[in-house]
């Protein structure tokens, strides 16, 4: 139901107006009922994309456009994601918790881990094989919120041969299934 219709009815009660289709009180309440209808597809449109949690185009951009460097864009929600992540990021955001609470504002699910080595820092991509997409954009990211006082080393997963054994995979079995070289790497 438009707005012409929700005020046909508040006014049909009272018996005083011509709601007849094409009187001039029902074409006066259809331009206004038209005017109200884009009023509210407006503040919908509004009120959608000012939200982060519900914005999926020019709000995640106006979003974006207050950092540095944008996010990857591999879906819609990990934008969210990422863009809540940078939001996180203040002036106590040194800890190896708060770093992880704040580094998927990348674009991806990243995860620092602390080495044996004072100061030294490894970042992993867990639910990523190989070398994820748009890697230098995330890298920037990353080196723009991990203190700048800590060395960063980037961690890519590739199969091991100890668990090509333990799955007990052959030659002839990656020939069966069309690997290349490349793709049997990632195969993780």
Same mark, same amino acid.
């Given at each position: 139901?438009?707005?012409?219709?929700?005020?046909?009815?508040?006014?049909?009660?009272?018996?005083?107006?011509?709601?007849?289709?094409?009187?001039?009180?029902? $074409?006066?309440?259809? !331009?206004? &009922?038209? #005017? +109200? %209808?884009?009023? *509210?597809?407006?503040?919908?449109? =509004?009120?959608?994309?000012? $939200?982060?949690?519900? !914005?999926? &185009?020019? #709000? +995640? %951009?106006?979003? *974006?456009?207050?950092?540095?460097? =944008?996010?990857?864009?591999? $879906?819609?929600?990990?934008?969210?994601?990422?863009?809540?992540?940078?939001?996180?990021?203040?002036?106590?955001?040194?800890?190896?918790?708060?770093?992880?609470?704040?580094?998927?504002?990348?674009?991806?699910?990243?995860?620092?881990?602390?080495?044996?080595?004072?100061?030294?820092?490894?970042?992993?991509?867990?639910?990523?094989?190989?070398?994820?997409?748009?890697?230098?954009?995330?890298?920037?990211?990353?080196?723009?919120?991990?203190?700048?006082?800590?060395?960063?080393?980037?961690?890519?997963?590739?199969?091991?041969?100890?668990?090509?054994?333990?799955?007990?995979?052959?030659?002839?079995?990656?020939?069966?299934?069309?690997?290349?070289?490349?793709?049997?790497?990632?195969?993780?």
């Amino acid at each position: 139901m438009g707005y012409c219709d929700h005020l046909k009815e508040l006014l049909r009660p009272l018996g005083i107006y011509d709601l007849t289709e094409g009187s001039l009180s029902a $074409s006066e309440l259809e !331009a206004l &009922g038209q #005017g +109200l %209808d884009g009023a *509210e597809a407006a503040v919908d449109y =509004a009120e959608r994309e000012g $939200s982060l949690p519900t !914005a999926q &185009g020019e #709000g +995640l %951009d106006r979003w *974006e456009s207050l950092f540095a460097s =944008a996010p990857v864009h591999y $879906s819609t929600q990990l934008r969210r994601e990422a863009i809540a992540a940078l939001l996180r990021i203040g002036e106590d955001s040194f800890t190896l918790a708060a770093i992880n609470d704040t580094i998927s504002g990348c674009g991806i699910r990243a995860l620092a881990q602390e080495k044996n080595r004072f100061g030294y820092i490894r970042v992993i991509f867990p639910e990523v094989a190989g070398i994820p997409e748009g890697f230098e954009r995330i890298r920037t990211i990353i080196l723009d919120i991990i203190p700048c006082h800590l060395e960063v080393e980037f961690y890519f997963r590739y199969l091991t041969w100890a668990e090509c054994h333990a799955h007990g995979y052959t030659w002839a079995f990656i020939q069966q299934q069309g690997h290349t070289w490349h793709s049997f790497q990632l195969a993780v």
